[in-house]
């Protein structure tokens, strides 16, 4: 197949810098300074005293079915192909930047590309979604798993190093990773899943086993998203725990949050600078934040920001402003399918509650999904850009 007729932003950056598949991974080795950085906001979001005129705005799953052009390259490769070839990667990167005046790009990729690596058996299938062969049974297949061939990474880090060169600096670069306690889940459910009850099991029956697993896993995120940072360029790096929501806060606390705190832990001693964003997904217990703001190395955060979804308690934000944590979020991404007076409406309630503090990202309570539509995506984007424009002149004039 022919994937470079796909490559439409990223051809002036490839022309530009001579860059070809064969010479892609040396030119990146060989590579000095990244364009100077014009538009830092959403690194910014995580300094109180940074210069501010908005809030940043940019949005979970933005790259994917909901835009034609994501189709069109869709159409004719594999999910996991798109995700390997850091052109194709890259390209697929870049186009919400296009269609919208958006603050951040988050590298086109998956949570399940790590553990692919690490013997699973993985693909996407339509309309069912991931679909892993050789699920974890026992604690007897643990032995199937082994740690990733770095080799077998290095193309995202190449898509990132791509995709970071083609926004010239007009937005940061967010690099991310699963949780290891929703890979974990992946991993056993063999899929998606209603019930969790498979890794359930594991959890209470197969502790032992199942704190294995999430250590092995803590560790290889933590090298993976260190490479992200080092070897890419990603500015800030988010970690997705959707099914964080499936257990109680205080399994999540005694069984979970360990293993977090080896990948924050790890992850930190290599890039103190770069700001983490955790979301656990329905897990807003204001013990479980606690529990994170507990977390330092060198008495600086291991967490930096959160993800929220549309479920947090004020008692939970409060606790995440006193930290002087950053907050993102969080938009019911199902509001983008009302008509524009709610979705105005919703915008600005969000905007009244959580850019009272400096530290505040705009995006959704989770991702966009296939059924969203492109103009209300842009409005969405318009809408927070103005109303967050608002909020602050108004801040300043009482
Ligand atoms: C749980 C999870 C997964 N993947 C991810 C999560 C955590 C966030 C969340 O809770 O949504 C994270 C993810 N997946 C994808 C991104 C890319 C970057 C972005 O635009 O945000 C990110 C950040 C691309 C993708 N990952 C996937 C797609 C759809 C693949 C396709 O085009 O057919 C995309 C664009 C496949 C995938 N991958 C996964 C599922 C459940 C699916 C199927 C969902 C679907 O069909 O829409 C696992």
Do not use: H
């Given at each position: 197949m022919d994937y470079q007729k796909h490559l439409k932003i990223l051809k002036e950056t490839l022309e530009q810098h001579k860059i070809t598949p064969e010479n892609l991974r040396e030119k990146r080795k060989s590579f000095k300074e990244f364009p100077?950085?014009?538009?830092?906001r959403v690194v910014d979001?995580?300094?109180?005293f940074a210069p501010f005129d908005r809030a940043p705005v940019w949005m979970m799953?933005?790259?994917?079915?909901?835009l034609p052009e994501y189709r069109e390259i869709k159409a004719e490769m594999d999910f996991f192909a798109t995700c390997q070839n850091p052109f194709i990667a890259a390209e697929i990167t870049l186009q919400p930047t296009k269609q919208f005046d958006i603050d951040a790009a988050i590298i086109f990729?998956?949570?399940l590309v790590l553990p692919k690596m690490m013997g699973m058996e993985i693909t996407i299938e339509e309309k069912k979604g991931p679909v892993i062969a050789?699920?974890?049974?026992?604690?007897?297949?643990?032995?199937k798993l082994h740690p990733p061939n770095p080799e077998h990474l290095e193309h995202v880090y190449d898509a990132l190093f791509l995709t970071r060169l083609a926004l010239q600096g007009k937005c940061n670069l967010i690099g991310f990773c699963g949780a290891p306690w929703t890979v974990f889940a992946y991993m056993v459910e063999g899929g998606s899943s209603k019930l969790f009850s498979k890794v359930k099991k594991w959890l209470y029956l197969y502790t032992e086993g199942s704190l294995q697993v999430l250590e092995l896993l803590a560790k290889e995120s933590a090298k993976y998203l260190i490479n992200q940072v080092?070897?890419?360029?990603?500015?800030v790096v988010q970690i997705f725990d959707?099914?964080?929501?499936?257990?109680p806060a205080l399994d999540y606390i005694e069984f979970i949050i360990p293993s977090l705190r080896i990948l924050f832990e790890d992850f930190k001693k290599e890039c103190p600078d770069t700001p983490l964003i955790m979301f656990s997904k329905d897990q807003n217990d204001k013990k479980v934040i606690i529990e994170f703001l507990k977390l330092t190395y060198n008495d600086k955060p291991?967490?930096?920001?959160f993800q929220l979804d549309?479920?947090?308690s004020d008692e939970t934000l409060i606790k995440i402003i006193e930290g002087n944590r950053t907050i993102q979020g969080n938009l019911?991404?199902?509001?983008?399918?009302?008509?524009p007076v709610i979705i105005k409406k919703r915008i600005s309630q969000m905007i009244e509650k959580?850019?009272?503090?400096?530290?505040y990202i705009v995006n959704l309570a989770h991702g966009l999904t296939p059924d969203h539509e492109v103009e209300k995506v842009r409005l969405f984007v318009q809408e927070s850009q103005r109303q967050s424009k608002l909020y602050k002149a108004k801040e300043i004039l009482e």
């Open positions: 100077k950085q014009i538009n830092n979001a995580f300094q109180s799953r933005q790259a994917g079915r909901y990729s998956d949570i050789n699920p974890l049974v026992t604690p007897d297949d643990i032995q080092k070897q890419g360029g990603a500015q959707s099914w964080a929501g499936q257990i291991l967490v930096d920001g549309s479920n947090v019911e991404p199902g509001v983008l399918f009302g008509n959580l850019q009272t503090t400096r530290r």
